[in-house]
């Protein structure tokens, strides 16, 4: 190969991999723009008030759980299914009738997504234990959601609890 054709070569490869033309390249971006799109999904599901758009965002063999709250302190996370997933947000539409839920900071790597959500609302049934208070409250949980295929399979978060129960108790 003579050398201009070699140099040729070299800055095409450089190029097609600074655009992103490698396979590696290609397959996270795929993976980042369908998690994007399954976390816009689950906000969907929120802001609307219908949980059957959950189908459209959780594995139908349920997606593994690692929240601490949800695999009771211990160390071993729990399989939900979508009908847990779609009970859990129900029980949140009830208790706030006008809930609202948003993304503030979204960041992703490989076939993660990681988003601080921030859920506003008032406080019209019992939540928590807490009897409706007619409190307008906004509190934040921090998720972090693996994809596999066109879900999310795994789930990872930090909900601010204590926030939350403070606005509504104070």
Known sequence: M???DLLKSVSLAGVAAAAGATPAFARRRDLQRQANRLLDKLVQAINQHDVSILD???AAE???NHQVLVTMGGN???TMGRDQAKNYFAARF???PDITLATDIRTGSGDLIAANLVWRGTHQGE???IPATGKKVAWNSTDILRVRGKYFVEHWGAVDFFGLVKQLKG
């Open 127 to 129: 939540y928590l234990g």
């Open 62 to 64: 349920g997606y593994v």
């Open 56 to 58: 459209q965002v959780y």
């Open 76 to 78: 071993t996370p729990t």
């Open 2 to 4: 003579e050398r201009r």
């Open 94 to 96: 009830k208790a706030f």
